[in-house]
């Protein structure tokens, strides 16, 4: 058996080029003791990847020249070593970007692939879940009857915060997106009040006709003109929770920044970053009451599927362009 991963050859300046990373042929590495060897059937590839292929001082490491990346993947164990995992059993792990993986136990955690499908745990029942999840209720401070906007709103995060916002009594839900298609399921299947495509106008304006009384919170995943825009519609006490930019990630210089903060003296606005891994103390909060609205169907999903590791790249470039809807996973 043979094994292939996709290893960072050099750090892309600007938009990542293919020649930057190579799929390289390696063996299946050996289980030791206290170890399991997984077979990867899903890989996650996000936005914040882009960051790690940086060497820029930031929350994780930066990605070794090299070597194998890594990223959130689901898997079935192959061989254990290791007490309270079996062969047979599904597992959520961080050694994605490759067909096998051998890990300490310790990084493995298992998942039921009968509960729910095993890509589900890379998103709406995941990391883009939880993310979405305090996010929202946590940092954005979400109080019944807010007016919430959120960018990024057909993606894997924010077509969760949309949802959530509803199904916690939002008054008016805006999302904005990239395309017409995904405007029209914001508002036909995720039952946000009105949406927006950013590419067909300026958001400040288009913002300002879908929420003419302002709005109350905004959960970023843009940055930009978006950010922007949406301090200059904000209410009093408003809140802004920065989840993502993904405007700037392939950015060679630091993009300005908005021009009309002073809004948030007279709003006593509060713009705020946050990390989803300071935030696990909410998983049993998330989970339960997450996983029954995704089993009744109150809170939808979607997932764009690329098949096959050797298109992983092509899928991680493909979440920059906005080639996904809902939460992009590669299936093995
Ligand atoms: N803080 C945290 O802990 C945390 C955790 C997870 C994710 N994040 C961040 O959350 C955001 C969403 O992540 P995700 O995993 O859910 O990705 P995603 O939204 O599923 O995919 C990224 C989307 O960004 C949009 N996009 C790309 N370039 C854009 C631009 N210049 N302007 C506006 N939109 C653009 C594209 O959709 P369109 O077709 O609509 O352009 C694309 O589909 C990212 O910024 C990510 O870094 C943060």
Same mark, same amino acid.
Not at 50 to 60: E, T
């Given at each position: 058996?043979?094994? %292939? ?22 063996? !299946?590495?050996?289980? @030791? ?8 059937? &899903? ?22 020249? @090299? ?22 059993? &599904?597992?959520? &792990?961080?050694?994605?970007? %490759?067909?096998?993986? !051998?890990?300490?136990? #310790?990084? +493995?955690? #298992?998942?039921?692939?009968?509960? /729910? ?14 993310? /979405? ?9 979400? $109080? ?12 894997? !995060? ?6 959530? /916002? #509803?199904? $916690?009594? +939002? ?10 298609? #995904? ?26 006709? +879908? ?10 995943? !843009?940055?930009?003109? &978006?950010?922007?825009? +949406? ?5 009093? %006490?408003? %809140? ?30 509060? *713009?705020? @970053? ?25 809170? $939808? ?7 096959? *590791? ?16 809902? $939460? ?5």
């Amino acid at each position: 058996m043979s094994n %292939r991963e996709w290893h960072l050859l050099s750090r892309p300046v600007g938009w990542p080029k293919p020649e930057d990373f190579a799929l390289v042929e390696t063996e !299946v590495p050996t289980p @030791g003791d206290g170890q399991v060897l997984v077979r990867n059937t &899903h890989l996650s590839v996000d936005p914040y990847m882009r960051g790690r292929m940086s060497a820029a001082k930031s929350y994780a490491a930066p990605y070794e020249l @090299g070597k194998v990346m890594q990223g959130g993947a689901v898997g079935e164990v192959l061989a254990s070593n290791a007490e309270g995992i079996s062969a047979g059993d &599904h597992v959520l &792990h961080f050694f994605g970007w %490759r067909e096998y993986a !051998v890990m300490d136990a #310790k990084h +493995a955690v #298992k998942v039921d692939p009968e509960a /729910a499908p095993p890509s589900t745990y890379l998103g709406v029942l995941g990391m883009t879940g939880l993310t /979405a999840y305090a996010g929202l209720l946590r940092t954005a401070s979400f $109080k019944e009857g807010d007016v919430v906007f959120v960018s990024g709103a057909a993606g894997a !995060v924010g077509s969760q915060v949309g949802q959530i /916002a #509803k199904l $916690k009594g +939002a008054s008016r839900v805006i999302g904005s997106a990239g395309s017409d298609e #995904k405007v029209e399921l914001l508002v036909d299947e995720y039952g946000f009040d009105a949406a927006f495509n950013y590419k067909n106008g300026p958001v400040s304006e288009q913002l300002r006709a +879908a929420a003419p009384d302002g709005i109350d919170v905004y959960f970023d995943n !843009v940055g930009g003109e &978006h950010l922007e825009a +949406a301090v200059g519609s904000l209410n009093l %006490r408003g %809140r802004i929770a920065i989840c993502g930019m993904i405007s700037v990630y392939n950015n060679t210089e630091p993009a300005p920044g908005p021009r009309n903060l002073a809004r948030l003296i007279q709003t006593r606005g509060r *713009i705020e @970053g946050f990390l989803v891994g300071d935030h696990y103390d909410l998983q049993p909060q998330f989970v339960s009451e997450v996983v029954p609205w995704v089993a009744s169907g109150a809170l $939808k999903y979607r997932e764009t599927v690329v098949d096959g *590791i050797e298109n992983t790249l092509e899928a991680f470039l493909g979440v920059l362009r906005g080639d996904n809807t809902g $939460k992009m996973i590669v299936k093995l």
